[in-house]
């Protein structure tokens, strides 16, 4: 598994509750700059899944709209718990969702890739709220 997969596995109910969002509203919002709004619409589709802090809007954004094609958002996102700091890209289409990591970032730098997707993979199961039996 890869750490792009496995970060778009531990958001992808986020990802979800973020499609819930007109498509016009995140064109106004990122060609308007309005940043304060889409760090409010990332604050809330994720407080249902994630511990308070962990995902956050890391100012920027853009959008892929052309006549005849299905409309992609790009968000600038910032994942960040358990000592591991992750910036990356959030495309959201219709009906996809990719991530792409820009920087990744350990406390504790781990010996080796596979005890960093480990470290991340872990850090990413802590974040999430635990729901109730």
Known sequence: MSRERALADGIKEVAAELRLVDVVDYVAFLRLERFGNLADIITSSSELYLKPGVLRFADGGEVQLKWGEVPIIMLALEF???????????ELGATTAAVDIVHISFDERPATQDEE???LMNAIADAHLKMPD
């Open 117 to 119: 997707l480990v470290h």
């Open 80 to 90: 960040r718990h358990a000592g591991v700091t992750a910036h990356f890209h959030l």
